[in-house]
């Protein structure tokens, strides 16, 4: 509202941020990006809604069992800091860091093996992604 205008911005080193929020918003956002080229470029999965959340995306994206588990437990964390009233602040916020560094190297190697080389989200929430 008012006067602000979002726009892009180079990518900010996670260790810079210091405001919880900003920091797990951050980090989801860029896992989403993976994980949306993953599940697009699964043969196996069901049609995705047409903006689906960080769980329907690790569904679709048939991972191995720890990192499903590593996503599920960073999605959790952002869906309570997002959405629990009672909760203003990550619990772990080393942990919460260590788990996106884990997750984010185990994505950017699925991708690589896959042949998934990126995704595209539009302002509508489309996206495209390119298969090698």
Do not use: W
Not at 9 to 20: T, V
Not at 53 to 77: C, F, M
């Amino acid at each position: 509202m008012g006067a602000t205008v979002s726009r892009p911005s180079a990518r900010i080193p996670l260790e810079l941020i210091s405001n919880d929020y900003e920091l797990t918003i951050r980090a989801c956002k860029r896992l989403d990006v993976a994980l949306l080229a993953l599940a697009r470029s699964n043969p196996r999965a069901h049609a995705l809604p047409h903006n689906p959340g960080l769980h329907e995306l690790i569904t679709a994206a048939d991972l191995p069992p720890q990192v499903e588990k590593n996503l599920r437990y960073l999605a959790s964390v952002r869906n309570g800091l997002v959405h629990d009233h009672n909760i203003e602040a990550l619990s772990d916020r080393g942990g919460f860091v260590a788990a996106f560094t884990r997750a984010s190297a185990a994505l950017e190697e699925l991708q690589a093996l896959r042949g998934v080389v990126g995704v595209e989200r539009t302002a509508l929430g489309d996206s495209v992604c390119a298969i090698v």
